[in-house]
């Protein structure tokens, strides 16, 4: 769905309209204008805004002399409100970090909401809940047990496809394994027989169907996330019996699915983050076949600080460090919470490495035990997800001022209706406006 955020032309526009709002709720009478409540009743207070800073004194010189200097024009102040029947402002009390290169747009981020249709329903909810944030990427899962799911002969890329094509701006990421019975615990030497089979090209013409299949619901650009976490021991599509095969194969799907006419097609190539099984690294199939080079990205092992996580073996600096030397983009497909509970410390510092190396997209796991929305496990770490991407849009911010911050307080529901100001007049005000509409009974 489209993102709820509007702008508004002119800030000063959108300032004259939001008083010229109030004044009208003021004249309704003093129980007209009533704003966001707390749960125990009582209304926070509002800050009188800032008048015009004085400009200090400049001494007279000892030694005459022309001096130039451009005259100080002071911010002018918001005018003041009489208390009495004013809506009340929620301005939460921890501002939104500056975003390093936010010049250059707001990186793409989604979720992993469910792969069925039902996660293309829960799209809207998270932006909702994320203060209209505009989501870009949606992300879901082929299943891996028959060929015909890898295939895409299932029902559900409908209604993905449909999501995707309702915004040029948005990307489809799909998670592609690379053989059927994909988690049914094949022993490593199947595994090996099976890669040099794919090798020898006895499953292109499964990749052939997909490409098609693709392309037939108008989603030719979707971003391949083919065979993921193959440094593993999971999947049936893991690289360690058999890496020389499994990079020969991986190369057959890609050259085969390319070869369908009016593809466009990326290709993620993401280990899981560290050593595994084996170092992601033996697996790399080469540039020729890799547009990305993704990472999946859990808080684990137990005990493991994010710190460690960057400088580990395989870890999160050595992916980007690979990625740059090989000229390619990074993403995260999955990241999460994980073996250390609801650590908002994690979440936090996740965060902000992503604003600092700017992946091409990432979309966070929400379910139980890694997600912040659809698990009330970690309430903490959900708090400081939702505060940093409050509100946040793809387009830049033009004079770099930061995005809205998530309320600390629930927003009320009954009998209170939010005004919708524009992003930039909340931002001046503090917060947004709610007018209750049950004034006229309770000054009755």
């Known amino acids: 769905m489209a993102p709820e955020h509007r702008r508004v032309r002119a800030r000063g526009m959108a300032v004259g309209a939001a008083v010229f709002v109030v004044s009208a709720a003021l004249a309704a009478g003093p129980a007209a ?32 002399a022309p001096t130039v200097s451009a005259p100080t024009v ?14 009340s402002l929620t301005a939460p009390p921890v501002t939104a970090p500056s975003v390093p290169g936010r010049e250059r747009g707001v990186p793409a981020f989604g979720a992993f909401l469910a792969s069925d249709a039902r996660g293309v329903d829960r799209m809207e909810e998270f932006s909702r809940w994320l203060g209209g944030a505009e989501l870009r990427v949606g992300h879901t899962y082929l299943p891996g047990n028959r060929w015909s799911d890898i295939e895409g002969d299932i029902r559900f890329l409908e209604a993905w496809a449909q999501w995707r094509n309702a915004d040029d701006d948005r990307m489809l990421v ?28 006895e499953f ?22 083919l065979g993921w976490e193959m440094n593993g021991v999971t999947y049936t599509h893991r690289c360690g019996p058999d890496p020389e095969s499994w990079k020969t194969y991986w190369n057959r799907i890609v050259t085969t699915m390319r070869a369908v006419p009016g593809q466009q097609f990326r290709f993620d190539f993401t280990p899981s983050r560290g050593r595994d099984a084996v170092p992601w690294t033996q697996c790399y199939p080469g ?26 073996p395989y870890g999160l600096k050595a992916h980007v460090d690979f990625a740059k030397a090989h000229g390619k983009p990074i993403s ?44 009330d496990d970690n309430p903490d770490s ?3 997800y939702r505060s940093v991407l409050y509100g946040r849009t793809h387009d830049a911010d033009p004079d770099g001022t930061p995005a809205p911050t998530a309320p600390t307080e629930p ?8 005004l919708d100001l524009g992003r930039w007049v909340e931002h001046w005000l503090g917060g947004k406006l709610c007018l209750r509409f049950d004034w006229w009974s309770r000054s009755r």
């Open 33 to 64: 204008g009533v704003g966001q409540v707390r749960a125990d009743g009582s209304r926070p207070a509002v800050p009188a805004p800032p008048g015009p800073a004085m400009a200090p004194a400049v001494p007279t010189p000892t030694v005459p």
């Open 74 to 87: 002071p911010r002018p102040a918001i005018p003041m409100l009489p208390a009495v029947g004013m809506p």
């Open 174 to 201: 799909l998670n592609v394994p690379m053989q059927e019975r994909n988690e049914e615990g094949v022993s490593d030497e199947e595994v090996r027989r099976l890669l040099r089979r794919g090798a020898a090209g």
């Open 204 to 225: 292109d013409h499964h990749f052939r169907a997909l490409a098609e299949r693709l392309v037939e619901l108008k989603v030719p650009d979707t971003i391949v996330v």
């Open 287 to 312: 540039d020729d076949t890799v547009d990305i080079v993704g990472m999946d990205s859990y808080d684990q092992p137990s005990g493991m600080s994010f710190d460690e996580q960057v400088k580990e």
């Open 332 to 375: 995260y497909p999955e990241w999460g919470l994980f073996r250390n509970g609801d650590n908002p410390v994690y979440m936090r510092r996740m965060l902000a490495w992503m604003d600092e190396h700017r992946p091409l997209y990432n979309t966070v796991t929400d379910y139980c035990p890694h997600g912040v929305w659809q698990c």
């Open 382 to 384: 959900s708090r400081v």
């Open 411 to 418: 927003v009320p529901s009954e009998n209170c209706s939010p």
